[in-house]
């Protein structure tokens, strides 16, 4: 069983940054993969990044690349989504997930742990 802790959302302004991170505990990430998504008010959950962690390769969304980038930290077996230059449009609730198996995938339903969520508002 994997436990997946989000953290670092907050109010933004429009252009600005921030970094949201994702703690697992219970199983390392070796052989996982590790994916972002957002869902705003009314809106079904999208796919944001990934990353599969033996590899280190890395997955964005067309909406975010070029301002979103996801990370990992081995040794603190974390996750991280580095945002700038946001706008209201990024404005959600972003979720952490793992996928057991190792090739990405943009769909939720191919994730099988999620975090709590952590709320983004860009907003003046």
């Known amino acids: 069983q994997v436990q997946l802790v989000e953290s670092g959302g907050g109010l933004v302004q429009p252009g600005g940054s921030l970094r949201l991170s994702c703690a697992a505990s219970?199983?390392?990430?070796?052989?996982?993969?590790v994916g972002w998504f957002r869902q705003a008010p009314g809106k079904e959950r999208d796919f944001v990044a990934a990353?599969?962690?033996?590899?280190?390769?890395?997955y964005y969304a067309d909406s975010v690349k070029g301002r979103f980038t996801i990370s990992r930290d081995n040794a603190k077996n974390t996750v991280y989504l580095q945002m700038i230059s946001l706008t209201p449009e990024d404005t959600a609730v972003y979720y952490c997930?793992?996928?057991?198996?190792?090739?990405?995938?943009?769909?939720?339903?191919?994730?099988?742990?999620w975090g709590q969520g952590t709320q983004v508002t860009v907003s003046s």
């Open positions: 219970g199983h390392a990430f070796s052989t996982y993969t």
């Open positions: 997930a793992a996928r057991r198996t190792a090739p990405y995938a943009r769909m939720a339903a191919a994730y099988n742990y």
């Open positions: 990353l599969t962690w033996s590899t280190a390769s890395t």
